[in-house]
């Protein structure tokens, strides 16, 4: 707040110096009382921000790697808050692949991908994606984002209908702003409401009708029941879309995913991911699905026709991050392990540790500048953990996002729940299991 506080003071200091300038000339005069209009909105806007407690802060870091950060001059924290899940960013065959690519590829193309940004990396990437998920073909995007925001414009017309989970990624939301179709939302992992939401889209005349939930959801920790999601999809005709940015990877016995999880890689019709996740963080996103979906995409989507190609060293980067997985080199299941952990320990202590499944192990804390207050003292104690508010969840629902990794040991899970304890003593948080009990 001090940095706003600043601003305030110095504004009308501005706005005096521009009168006197005003008095000599008139272009000055006319020119800028508009700029300063702008930044007293802006200004403005920023004061609300941080009434509410809602200003965000970047903390720069360095040198991330297995679990940990480094913060100058204050030594090395333990990161829960990164997606890296396998710890693959920093491993040394995807580093060395990385590189390489910048030797033998270049450090960019400057093109999009139809003019002169196809290299033989990003047909290969393509090919072994679209082999790992059992699909026909792959587009390659400039980041996951993208791929929500070229997909449904791309494939739907006005006469269809995309029914989405309410709980699912603004990336997704932000997709189906750009699609002429009739956009419904079901409740979250409700498969009633999916179905009566089917209903409804069906009798307003819909002609294609594709749903769109994510496989997983970090925030809440739930993973999609995609079994009963197709059933539902094949009862009431309509293709089924997951995003498993949080899925693949680490999902299913190979990695595959949400789909590999539940056993159903065979009715999920189309798949969006993020390389940035467990794919080694390098950048990108990624659609895979039937050949026409993906010809259709390159077609007509926007941000694979007019965002630049992915440069190679995010390529190879997300190719040997797949490679390692494929081959069996990475251990998917300490992550697993981790998160088993830390949860036991948590709800032991009396904590609300919400989901079983994910690595995600959301703390729920409900109000918002408490959740900021914790991750603070967390921070003031070498643990890094993100405080989870508006527009991630509702205000009242805030919690405090810890993803366990691959990278971290046992000592360093028990170091994060003493801290939490230490921390959260006095907030009150410890008597969640007493509450739920006696209710
Ligand atoms: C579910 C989901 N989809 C898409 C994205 C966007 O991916 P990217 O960071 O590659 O743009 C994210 C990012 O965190 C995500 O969580």
Known sequence: SSMLCRVKASAPAVNRVLGRAAATSGEVFNKYPRQVKFAECMEEELHHIDNEGMTRREHKYY??????????????????????????????????????????????????????????????????????????????????????????????????????????????????????????????????????????????????????????????????????????????????????????????????????????????????????NALGGGGGGYTVGMKEVIELIRQRARPYLFSNTLCPAAVQTAAKALELIVKSHVDLRVVFENAKLFRTQMRHAGFDVRGENLPNCPVFVGDHRIAKEIADEMHDNGILVQPLYYPYV?????YLRVNMNAGHSVEDIQRCVET????????NLLNHNKIRHTH
Do not use: W
């Open 63 to 276: 040198n991330a790697h297995h679990g940990r950060v480094s913060h100058k001059g204050e030594g090395e924290l333990l990161n829960f808050t990164s997606n890296d899940y396998l710890c693959l960013n920093r491993n040394p065959e995807v580093v060395k692949a990385a590189q390489h690519a910048l030797d033998t590829h270049g450090a960019g193309l400057s093109s999009v991908r139809f003019i002169c940004g196809t290299q033989d990396i990003h047909k290969a990437l393509e090919k072994n994606l679209a082999d790992f998920h059992h699909q026909d073909d792959c587009v390659l995007y400039p980041s996951g984002y993208n791929a929500n925001v070229g997909l449904f414009e791309a494939i739907l017309t006005s006469n269809d209908a995309v029914i989405c989970d309410d709980g699912n990624h603004p990336s997704i939301i932000d997709g189906t702003r750009f699609t002429k179709a009739k956009v419904y939302k079901y409740k979250h992992l409700d498969m009633q409401d999916l179905s009566e939401v089917l209903e409804v889209a069906k009798s307003d005349g819909a002609d294609l009708k594709l749903v769109v939930t994510q496989g997983a959801f970090p925030n809440t920790s739930d993973i999609a029941p995609l079994k009963e999601i197709g059933q539902v999809c094949h009862e009431g005709h309509a293709m089924l879309a997951v995003d498993d940015s949080h899925g693949v990877g680490i999902l299913g016995a190979h990695g595959k995913g949400t789909p590999e999880f539940h056993g159903v890689l065979d009715k999920v019709h189309i798949i969006n991911a993020t390389f940035s």
């Open 420 to 427: 939490f304890i230490e921390v959260c003593r006095p907030h």
């Open 394 to 398: 509702p205000n009242d629902r805030a």
